[in-house]
């Protein structure tokens, strides 16, 4: 089993920062890919990115792109979210994801994919 914790979520002004941190504990090596979801009230969860975790490639959703930076210290088996400019529409609970997914990139949109999810943490962005 592998446990995610993430954290940093909070209240912001549009135009602002957070940073989202995802620590995993537990069978760490049996994951190669960690990805942040987000669900807005009366949503779908959605897929923001995803990192793999060797090599460190990245995907995003067209959404997000350019604004939003996922990176991981694999030292402390953590990712991060790094958002910037964020906007109103970026409201929304956003869950840590792993799993071992070894397909093309588009493969990582898939929540079907990740075995293991975090508890979530509220990101809001007020105008």
């Known amino acids: 089993q592998v446990q995610l914790v993430e954290s940093g979520g909070g209240l912001v002004q549009a135009g602002g920062s957070l940073r989202l941190s995802c620590a995993a504990s537990?069978?760490?090596?049996?994951?190669?890919?960690m990805a942040w979801f987000r669900q807005a009230p009366g949503k779908e969860r959605e897929f923001v990115g995803a990192?793999?975790?060797?090599?460190?490639?990245?995907y995003y959703a067209d959404s997000v792109k350019g604004r939003f930076t996922i990176s991981r210290d694999n030292t402390k088996n953590t990712a991060y979210l790094q958002m910037n400019s964020l906007k109103p529409e970026d409201t929304a609970v956003y869950y840590c994801?792993?799993?071992?997914?070894?397909?093309?990139?588009?493969?990582?949109?898939?929540?079907?994919?990740?075995?293991?999810w975090g508890q979530g943490t509220q990101v809001t962005v007020s105008s």
């Open positions: 537990g069978r760490t090596f049996s994951i190669n890919a």
């Open positions: 990192i793999r975790w060797s090599g460190g490639s990245t």
């Open positions: 994801a792993a799993g071992i997914i070894y397909g093309a990139n588009t493969e990582l949109r898939l929540r079907r994919l990740y075995n293991y």
